[in-house]
Structures are given as C-alpha cells and as structure tokens.
C-alpha cells in the first residue's frame, strides 16, 4: 500500500520529550516534504504541559530549526507541515482525560490510527488500558513501542502481556532503531543479493567477526535513565543483538517480516550463556573516568550531573559471542560498544581465514586476509581489502592490500541518506513489520543478556575505568588479543 495515499492520525505521546522532538518530528517533517506522507493526515502531539496548539507548533518549528539542515527547511514544506500539527494535553495515567482525545479521534473520517509511545516503558500498559477504555482503540489501529522494553525478561514479559490486552501482535510495531539505517538494509542485500558473499558467509571461510558501535557523548544529562540501564540494556540487549543477528541469520525463504524474524529468534537461540570462567574470558564491563573528548575536558561518569556515588552501572561492554549453529561454530563474534569513547563509529568486520597453503613470501602471509568492513556510521558504506601485486618491475611479487570502497553518500541517486526514524515511521504507516521487533525476539535476547545482568548484580564490582577519548579499558583490547585478533578502527 502507498504511505501517500494513507491517511493516518498520527498520536504522539511523549511528544514534548527528547526522542518526539529530536527525532519524531523532524522525521516526520522530512517524510511531509518529500511527498511520502498524505498531507491531510494528522500529528496530534500529547503531553501533560499545559500548552496549546501554537505554543505546540512553535515548540517543534524550534526543533526542525535545530535539526534539520537549513536548506532543507523551506517555507512552504514547513507552513504545510504545521498545518498537520495538533497537541492534547493528557496525563497517561489519568483516564479522564482520554475523552479529549477521544472527541478529536471520532470526528475524523476513516484514517488509521497511530500511536506512538515515546514514554517511559513504565507508561506503556497504563496508556493502553486508558486508550481502550476511551474507546480510540480499532482493528486497524496500530501502536510503537520505543526500546528498551523492560530492564529484565521479567519486566518486559509484564509490559508485553499488559499492551497484548489491547493489541495483537501483528498491531505492535517495536522500534530499534538501528534496523531503520540504510547500512543495517544494505547488510541483507549485500548478503542475500551477492552470489559471492552467500557462497562465503560461514565458519569455512570466515576467521572472526566484530562489531563496534562507539559513541563520542556521554550520557547527556540522563543520568536518571541511564544509571537504571546502563550500556548492556541501552545498546547491547537491543541494537548490537539485532546487528549480530542480521549478521549472522540463515537467509530467509522471502523478505516476508515474520520469515526475517524468525530467523533472527534462531541466531538468538543459538548463542551460547556466558557462564563460570566465561565471565573472565568473555566479558569486559567497563566506566569512563574524565578525559578529552575533541580537545575538550569532560567528566568522567562518576561526576556527571546527578552522580550517585554508589553506582556500579556499566558505559561499556565487550563481549566474546559464541554462535551454537553449523555456519558458525568456532567463529566468534567480538561486540563492543561505550560512551565517551574516541570516536562515533559503528560498524561490523567480517575478517576472512587464510588461503590454505601460502605461495607468496612467507614476511607477507599476515597482510593476506580479507576483510569486509559496513559501515553504518558515519560515512555509511561498504569496504573490501583486497589483495593486489604492488605495481612496478623492481619489486617482483610483492603483494599490497587495497580496499574497494562503496561510499553511499557518493553512490546514491537520492541527495541525502534519510534518517533512521523517516524510514521506521513510513514503513509503520505503510502497515510493515518488517523492520520491527517481534515479542519472542525481544525475549530471547532479554534472556541471554539476563544472565550476564545477573552475575554482574551478584558480583557487586565496580566496572573498569577507562579515560573518556579512548577505546575503552585496556582488558577490551585483551578480550581480544588472547585469541590473535584485535580491534580495528579503520575501515
Ligand atoms: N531520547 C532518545 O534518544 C531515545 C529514547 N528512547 C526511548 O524513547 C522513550 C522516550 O524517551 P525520551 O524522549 O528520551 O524521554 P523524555 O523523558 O525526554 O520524554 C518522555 C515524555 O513523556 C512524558 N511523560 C512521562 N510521564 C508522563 C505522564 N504521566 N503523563 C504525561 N506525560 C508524561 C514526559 O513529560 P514531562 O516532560 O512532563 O515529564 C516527556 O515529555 C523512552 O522509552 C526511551 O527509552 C529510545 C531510543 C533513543
Ligand atoms: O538507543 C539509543 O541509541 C543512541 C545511539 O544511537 P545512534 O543512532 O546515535 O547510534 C544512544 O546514544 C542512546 O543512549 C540509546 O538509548
């Protein structure tokens, strides 16, 4: 189905949070200009401030101003785009005041409904029941579920069975949004389009994987959150899982949303616990102490805003995943990701084994592996090392190692790479699943994680300093090195 000809109400809750007016209505703005959203649809923005409609609209023609380019706010993109805006003002938990939203919900004509929970999960069961009991909900009506959903197996199996009181799964849309970037797409085409890399994609030909997502800011005045969370629910248990799994996933029959989803469930099933002496060999967890971040000073976590001195909680995670299948036995997957690290990067490196029996000079074999480098930011692309003869009649048969390079910015027909959210929230009207999460995938990887989550509360330690602007703690790199490897920044 067109997303242009749908006609969506679309309901915000949370939307003058950070996510609504970071993310939510910019994307949303963008999708208006570009002509793939129905003009007449609808944004009704729902908080508990005490504002109306025109401090609503100001409020997010403020935040387009702040993230969205200049030369992609026109006049006329943006007087049509505020003419769909609207704003209730709702307390969730209060379930008066859903007749409001009620009112304004039935005196449209036939759209499908939208409602986006950008709230605490907390929220999530509470909005539902006041939503049903107000009478907004339909069959065709949908809902978005932001990460992380829970903070245990425990926990999100409650929120899950709260909202599938009032949705069936198939009305359930739950956001990562790391499935949105146009890297993490390209990921299934290169390896389900590519003859080449279908033929290679196993434990035969493939030594080890990594898989970084590094991040330069630090928590960004959400200590309240993230203290509650930390690194392994904020990042791991939800984007570096669904990574690993569309790395790692059997190719499915069709791109049908329940077949992908599927095979993910199995990659999931597959990974080995982490248990007993594991957790010296397999896992690093790690904080930032004060550094320099761009020539900068920052603090270190445990004096950022907020700070309570008992703390134990995660900035960084490395892992060892092993995969307990037949395409990737003994081949393991190294994660790692952090706050106030040196660099914003996010990629996965596929790392090739060996030829069998080496020809060249024996001073040379290390240099002759390859290595597949996607990267999903910044600079989104795709790398190949690659073996070449260097060029020249001195130097005999001297090998050098070149990368082809597939740059998107460069290679795409469109002028700019949408944003993550424009595509989840199109591909959400359009009513497909695809690129969402389905109930048991979130419960496997809360399984797994838990686990880890556990032993941690158990063991009561503080995590392992690292300064601020570097790759992390030292024992990361030691994870790592133990078994010949080692991390690679470049691409
Ligand atoms: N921010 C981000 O980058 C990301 C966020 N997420 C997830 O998105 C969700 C929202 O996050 P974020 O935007 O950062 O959070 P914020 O705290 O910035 O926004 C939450 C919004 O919900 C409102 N709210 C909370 N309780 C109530 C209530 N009882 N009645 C009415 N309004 C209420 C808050 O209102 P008030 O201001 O009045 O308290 C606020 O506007 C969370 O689940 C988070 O985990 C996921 C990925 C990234
Ligand atoms: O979900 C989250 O993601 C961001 C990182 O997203 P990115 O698209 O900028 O890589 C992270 O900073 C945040 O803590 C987390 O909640």
């Not at 080890?208 to 991040?215: C, D, G, R």
């Not at 190949?384 to 740059?407: A, I, T, Y």
């Not at 686990?451 to 063991?459: C, G, V």
């Amino acid at each position: 189905m067109s997303s242009h000809n749908t006609l969506s109400d679309i309901v915000i809750f949370g939307a003058m949070g950070d996510l609504a007016q970071r993310k939510l209505i910019p994307a949303l703005y963008q999708l208006a200009r570009e002509d793939l959203i129905n003009k007449s649809s609808r944004i009704l923005g729902v908080a508990r401030q005490d504002i109306d409609k025109e401090t609503f609209i100001s409020d997010c023609t403020k935040s387009l101003h702040r993230f969205i380019k200049k030369d992609e706010l026109d006049k006329e993109s943006l007087a049509a785009f505020m003419s769909m805006l609207d704003y209730c003002k709702i307390n969730f938990t209060e379930a008066e005041n859903y007749k409001n939203l009620q009112s304004t919900l039935t005196t449209q004509d036939d759209r499908t409904r939208i409602f986006y929970y950008a709230t605490p999960a907390s929220m999530f069961g509470p909005i539902s029941q006041n939503l049903s009991e107000a009478g907004c909900l339909n069959e065709q009506c949908r809902m978005v579920m932001e990460k992380p959903i829970g903070h245990d197996l425990i926990s999100a199996n409650a929120i899950n069975d709260q909202v599938s009181e009032f949705f069936s799964e198939s009305q359930i849309y739950r956001i990562d949004h790391y499935l949105g970037k146009e890297t993490v797409q390209n990921l299934m085409a290169l390896r389900f389009a590519n003859p080449l890399f279908g033929t290679q994609w196993n434990q035969n030909h493939i030594s080890h994987v990594e898989i970084t997502v590094a991040e330069q800011v630090g928590i960004e005045g959400r200590w309240g959150y993230f203290d509650q969370a930390g690194q392994m629910r904020d990042m791991v248990q939800n984007h570096l899982l669904q990574l690993l799994c569309l790395t790692a996933m059997n190719p499915p029959d069709d791109l049908s949303a329940d077949l992908i989803r599927n095979e993910k469930v199995k990659v999931l099933k597959a990974m080995r616990p982490i248990t007993g002496d594991m957790h010296n060999t397999h896992v690093v967890r790690g904080r930032y102490t004060k550094g320099m971040i761009d020539n900068t000073q920052v603090p270190g976590y445990m004096e950022e805003e907020g700070a309570n001195p008992k703390s134990n909680t995660e900035t960084f995670v490395a892992l060892k995943v092993e995969i307990d299948n037949w395409r990737w036995a003994g081949v393991p997957f190294y994660l790692r990701t952090g706050k106030r690290l040196a660099g914003k990067l996010s990629q996965i490196t596929i790392h090739f084994k060996q030829q069998p029996h080496f020809i060249f000079n024996e001073s040379q074999r290390n240099l002759a592996q390859n290595k597949l480098t996607i990267r999903l930011q910044p600079e989104e692309g795709i790398s190949l090392q690659v073996l070449n003869k260097d060029q020249g009649l001195s130097n005999g048969m001297r090998l050098r190692s070149e990368s082809l390079n597939l740059s998107f910015s460069q290679s795409t027909t469109q002028d700019r790479i949408p944003d993550a959210y424009e595509r989840l929230l199109l591909e959400l009207i359009k009513g497909n699943q695809n690129l969402f999460v389905r109930r048991d995938e979130i419960e496997h990887a809360w399984k797994w994680c838990d686990q880890l989550l556990d032993h941690w509360k158990m063991e009561n330690k503080a995590p392992q300093p690292y300064a601020a602007g570097s790759w992390g703690p030292k024992a990361a790199d030691l994870l790592i090195m133990k078994d010949g490897n080692c991390w690679h920044e470049d691409q």
